[in-house]
């Protein structure tokens, strides 16, 4: 990945049609290339995540 450390990477432990992108050995973004999705992660925890919704309300949506 570009701008960073080095620390990221890019790969499918799902098959071809959902890659992951990782920073710092972590998933963070779940792109389904398939579908058309992006999934980001939004928080370091639950919690962090729950506030980040609270305060963006309808810019952040939950996935199931």
Same mark, same amino acid.
Request: charged share 25%.
């Given at each position: 990945?570009?701008? *960073?450390?080095?620390?990221? !990477? @890019? ?5 071809? *049609?959902?890659? %992951?992108?990782? %920073?710092? *050995?972590?998933? @963070?973004? @779940? ?6 999705? %992006? !999934? ?17 309300? *309808?810019? %952040?949506?939950? !996935?199931?």
């Amino acid at each position: 990945m570009r701008g *960073g450390r080095g620390t990221g !990477s @890019f790969n499918y432990p799902w098959g071809e *049609g959902e890659l %992951v992108a990782k %920073v710092g *050995g972590k998933g @963070f973004a @779940f792109i389904g290339l398939d579908g058309g999705t %992006v !999934s980001v992660k939004c928080g370091r925890d639950a919690a962090e995540a729950a506030e980040r919704r609270d305060r963006y309300p *309808g810019a %952040v949506t939950m !996935s199931h």
